[in-house]
């Protein structure tokens, strides 16, 4: 059994030194240049079964470009945002548009549900961030501290505390009873792209167009640690895996990293799709097979298999760049969103079944 296999369990850190090693060479390789298709890959070594995703629903409705769509953690419902203004919520399972959150004056770039999915929080360039409690549709409290656009927003796994980074380099941790900010941070030089709590609270990872990926200790606000991408590979969005002992990192040489952070290693690398321009996010598929999942510039969404990189399936259909995808917490299923001439969600299930 590798131990990448089970990323929601405890795994020992000498196991993760000992069974994934990769050249660094390939590292900078793919820094210099964008990395070549990969090559026809064997079938995955770990003997499973690749998946069988399908379209099942196409969600419209919005009619500026999508920046986020994310699975409530019961699964019952599918939060989208975008540079409209306006959360929209929606049922996974039918397609069907349940309410619209409006309150925002500019654009959204993120939402971020509580663990009992019964509020939703949104950053947008307005400078705030709304708390909505997602079946009356009302805003329960508005955020204000962030001198600019605000670009990423989480929950803590306990949801009383939020994260929030900014395009003016800062990171702002929130009490959410009180709705006031705790901390600043003045964490990076340019736009803070991706912010994201490991599962006990204790460290904030963060991202931003300076190239940094940096750990903070959310009670002292101290950096502990930085990771640097070569000077190409801008990383533009990063997350802890869902057993916290890994970082997942998307950038803009078209590769998506797994790194171990306690010895500032990179596991992983992840290509073959597109990604040289937008904020385009990854994220973690577990409920069956153990797959990364991500949108391309080239309109459409990708999964690797975690443990050999082989990309396993692509999802055609979107007619635009692909920012934003999220899996359900429970079910085979993958939500995409797409930005400019497209403006569709897409719901994605396997044909397998969950």
Not at 231 to 237: F, R, T
Not at 259 to 266: F, H, L, P
Not at 309 to 316: A, P
Request: aromatic share 6%.
């Amino acid at each position: 059994m590798n131990h990448l296999d089970n990323l929601g369990d405890s795994t020992t850190d000498d196991e993760a030194g000992s069974q994934t090693t990769e050249d660094e060479a390939p590292e900078r390789q793919a820094a210099a240049a964008p990395p070549p298709p990969p090559p026809p890959a064997p079938a995955p070594s770990t003997g499973r079964e690749r998946p069988h995703y399908e379209l099942r629903h196409t969600l419209r409705g919005h009619t500026d470009s999508i920046s986020a769509v994310k699975f409530s953690p019961d699964g019952t419902l599918l939060a989208s945002c975008g540079n409209d203004r306006v959360v929209k919520i929606w049922s996974p399972f039918t397609g069907e548009l349940i309410r619209n959150l409006n309150g925002h004056t500019k654009g959204l770039s993120d939402i971020a549900w509580s663990s009992d999915s019964v509020h939703l929080a949104s950053a947008s360039d307005d400078t705030t961030i709304r708390i909505w409690e997602v079946d009356t549709g009302l805003t329960l409290r508005t955020l204000k501290g962030h001198t600019n656009y605000v670009f990423c927003v989480n929950y803590n796994n306990a949801s009383n505390l939020l994260v929030s980074g900014g395009c003016d380099g800062e990171i702002r941790i929130w009490n959410v009873e009180k709705g006031k900010c705790m901390k600043k941070i003045l964490a990076h030089l340019d736009y803070v792209t991706a912010v994201h709590f490991n599962r006990d609270a204790s460290l904030i990872v963060s991202c931003s167009l300076d190239g940094l990926i940096r750990i903070w200790n959310t009670t002292t606000g101290q950096c502990l640690k930085t990771l640097a991408e070569s000077h190409d590979a801008i990383c533009q969005h990063v997350q802890f895996s869902p057993n916290s002992k890994y970082i997942l990192s998307t950038a803009h040489d078209s590769a998506i990293r797994l790194w171990d952070y306690q010895t500032s290693r990179c596991l992983k690398t992840y290509v073959g799709h597109t990604n040289t321009k937008y904020c385009i996010a990854a994220c973690f598929s577990v409920t069956g097979g153990k797959w990364i999942i991500s949108g391309s510039e080239d309109n459409k969404v990708y999964l690797w298999d975690l443990q050999s990189r082989e990309i396993v399936q692509t999802l055609e259909g979107h007619t635009d760049v692909v920012v934003a995808v999220a899996t359900h917490p429970q079910q085979n299923m993958i939500a995409s969103g797409s930005i400019g001439s497209d403006l569709s969600i897409r719901i994605w299930a396997d044909r397998g079944g969950s």
